[in-house]
């Protein structure tokens, strides 16, 4: 992945590493994100978001293994940095969404999601000093608006909820957005100014999150209907398996390249951007587009050229 990069910036396009990282990662969220949706109405959100980080680990210390990367020399403070960083933005921020899912449905808690780029831009500015113009300010409001047009249309699947699952969810679903805002911004103080790689980074933060959720599954053992022998299906450990590949492995090495090379606000609001590419994996398993969901794409889309080209 480095050499990819690297022999990517020898071509000229050195200001663009982390935007590319980032739009990489979106792109194989919406892959996993489909694949999770399917075991999520098996394995509650606490269990398959420590499920996922374990076998992200194995993988991330494998290919450390192949590269030949040792641990780095990581002063006291951008360590503490990252661990926090886990344990915030993926411990509890990811199995907040997971839990928002189930109680509004990934439309709804996707469009709660795109209140995380303001906010993590509102937070680097205050606590990093990272000033964006207003070039990249509009390119993040596009964004937000395409991404928000596409998750808020109405489908015929769409089912009413009752008051209480309403409120737990957006309790949930904006649990997720101050966590990932948070957690974003820790994780780009530790990486901004050191020399920590971003497979190191993505490491030392899946380890956190997996040590806090395994503090807390004791807490939650009666939590849904999980069993054991849900695990023992080989279509349900093939389906996380390359989920946890494709979402957490490559998609939080290719994350943490994305925070460590760009604005913390522009990483995100890349990174948010997963609703967009669940449009062409709609069609091509035959499901119909709307002109809605066309026209939400060509706004973020030019939300991204702004940040690209204008910034």
Sequence with gaps: MDIIFNNYLKLGATSFKGEIAALSAACLWAVASVIYGRLGERIPPLQLNLIKGIVAIAFLLLTIFIKGEFFPN????????????????????????????????????????????????????IFLQERLNANAWCGILLTILGVAWVVTERTPNTNDISTMQLWRGLGFGLITVVTNAIGTVLARAALANTSISPLWAALLRLIAAVLILLILLPLRRQQGSFQLKTLHSPKVVLAAIFAAFCGTYLGIWLQQTAIKFTAAGIALTLLQTSPLFIIPISISIGEKVSLRAIIGVVIAIAGVALLFYLR
């Design 74 to 125: 990581i002063s006291p403070l951008p360590l503490c940095l990252l661990l926090l960083s886990g344990i915030v933005g993926i411990g509890l921020g990811d199995t907040a969404f997971l839990a928002a899912i189930n109680f509004l449905g990934a439309s709804r808690v996707l469009l709660i999601g795109t209140l995380a780029p303001p906010m993590t831009a509102i937070l680097a500015l």
